[in-house]
DNA sequence: ATTAGCACTCGACCAAAGAGAGTGCTAACA
DNA sequence: TGTTAGCACTCTCTTTGGTCGAGTGCTAAT
């Protein structure tokens, strides 16, 4: 059986349909409100023909139709159009987002919360991993008893600190000296700081040893993505307010899911995607968002992948506005972390 | 009409009953669960006193009495025995809360996430600001075309970071003279940097006055308490469980009195306070909360306050196991903060 | 190929009925 | 005087049955 353009028209009114009021939709709307020109009876039989393909179903003998997971899937590779924003919506996001710009983090939850008010749906940022690639900057700080910071400014403006143990017999003195000869390292390599240079810096150093390690340890560590990319998850109300979610236990699920910052670092770690990509339902893999959808992507500076950006929300989801409004803010996103840099 | 002690027995059975069922009690349940020797009858007659004292109340006329919040409150002043951990109880606590202590957010983090198992309500913590009152380090380090990050490290081991504009003409080295001109004066001076001290500075160097002036600017902020507190909450779900929000408005509600950290963090800002609060239902004034119950402290370092630990729930709370909760971890928490220190 | 017509299905809504839990009151009792 | 048994009453919750309406599938006519 070929799906004909008139089959088209119904999927996507079916599906629009849906979309907005979470309700099936049967044939007589349809034609009523799409005008075709044709009878309801008409439509009902091109409807069982999507039913037959697997796009539409029934939630129950003799009520209307709603577009399965095929269904939307469908749609969203032949069919849809991504929407325009306008401009002032543009512009609106533009200016909010580029406004005074502090710390990197900053941003990026800044950014979450405007995506998410701006969608209605769950917004989810990674951030960049608060030292990338390169150093800039690294301080030893004397604490406490026996300890010290290790505090490392990345080329983008990160910072991470990490506490380390210290023998007892070091002096302050001591970490300025190491702190100054990390520095006048890092500053004459114009690489900045690399892997292989921190372990020619090893050897060298046999002196001080113990510090050394285990400042070592602390910036390979981070540099090495010992720290975790941090999640920002922004307007999980906004999901409770969606009809699916009336049922309690999927509720709990959906909050339970968002909670669990590792999942959803998973989920959106596909490989290398420069475009919008759409996961529909059972499309994804962990179970617990067999229920859900994602849009998402990945936001770049120079050609080198700095985070994910996305969105969760139930899979009928404006595909069209959630991909157009995610993939406008990542632009913006870009744009900012290259200006901070 | 007084409460003899029979009224007190009746109505803390109908306090914990309640708060265990979350449904009205009904006199035959209390005169053979709590074997008081007399008939429901009579208890049917001493709730009726209670109800009139204005501890108890009904839903519906014929329907079990549940405890009214004067009814909480009463039983909180002035019969409630705080749990006891258990030695178990107090040994995991104490252990999971003390392993590896890295950064001083890492540990009220977790300290958010067990106090929230542990008692299965949400919890907040309120974070010491990352720089109480004094600094150890003041770090300059340039990023992009005009721009440093001015990093300061508390004595706590607290990082804070910001981002300042710099005119053209300065150079990486000026940043780092800088640097080192602060952290001198920070070294020279036994107290560590205070307000009046940076005052001086600022009037001894007018040569470099621009970036001073910005970076004591951040200094200031820093200090000052102009970086607000941050508000760490965990176990939200933990309340969605709760029968009291099968009501979505309730839920949308809490859900989104947890999300503003800055109404959490007022309403824990009671002045001074050592031993545990308990703020029930409409003893709160935040029209948001008045459904809910507060359970909190303070935790000090040396007679100082560093951050405050709470628990938020339903009226129908635990308060005898919520208060000891709160206690004991607030204590290990100081006891932490005073080892990292 | 389309459509009108019709019988059928199924969920939503509503009212009535009954069960169950619990109360308040009265009268009897120790 | 305090306690209790007894009883009528109240109110909620659940079940049941009936009706309504939306929507379908099928068949026969166009």
């Known amino acids: 059986m070929n799906i004909d353009d008139r089959k088209r028209i119904i999927l996507e009114a079916v599906i629009k349909d849906y979309v907005k009021t979470a309700e099936p939709v049967g044939s007589r709307a349809i034609a009523k409100k799409y005008n075709l020109g044709v009878s309801p009876a008409t439509v009902r039989n091109e409807m069982a023909d999507l039913e037959e393909m697997g796009f539409l179903e029934q939630p129950h003998t003799s009520s209307g139709r709603i577009p399965s997971e095929s269904g939307f ?32 983090s900053a941003v990026i939850q800044r950014t979450a919360d405007i995506l998410a008010k701006f969608t209605n749906y769950a917004s989810i940022m990674v951030a960049p991993p608060a030292t990338t690639d390169n150093l800039r900057h690294i301080q030893l700080v004397p604490i406490g008893h026996s300890q ?6 990345s080329d983008v403006g990160g910072v991470v600190h990490k506490r380390i143990d210290l023998p007892e017999s070091i002096r302050p003195e001591d970490l300025e000296q190491l702190s ?20 020619s810096l090893r050897t060298e150093l046999l002196y001080r040893r113990q510090v050394i390690e285990r400042a070592l340890e602390a910036i390979e560590m981070a540099m090495g993505g010992g720290y975790q990319q941090k999640v920002f998850i922004s307007g999980a109300l906004n999901i409770v307010n969606q009809p699916e979610f009336k049922d309690f ?13 590792d999942l959803i670092r998973n989920l959106l770690s596909e490989s290398s995607l420069k475009e919008v990509r759409i996961k529909i339902g059972n499309e994804n893999e962990a179970e617990e968002i067999k229920e859900l959808s994602l849009v998402f992507s990945s936001y770049e500076v120079e050609g080198r992948e700095k985070g994910r950006i996305g969105l969760i929300g139930p899979v009928r989801m404006e595909y069209w506005k959630a991909s157009a409004s995610v993939e406008k803010v990542r632009d913006i996103v870009q744009d900012v972390i290259k200006k901070i840099n």
Chains 1, 2 share one sequence.
């Open 180 to 199: 100054q000869l990390f520095n006048s390292n890092l500053h004459g390599n114009p690489k900045d700081i690399s892997r292989t240079m921190l372990s």
């Open 249 to 261: 236990d999927k509720l709990r699920n959906l909050l339970l899911v968002l909670e669990e910052h």
């Open 73 to 104: 899937r469908y749609y969203v590779d032949y069919m849809m159009v991504k929407d325009q924003l306008t401009r002032q919506e543009e512009s609106f996001l533009e200016q909010i987002l580029t406004q005074k710009i502090e710390d990197i």
């Open 148 to 153: 010290a910071l290790v505090i490392m400014v």
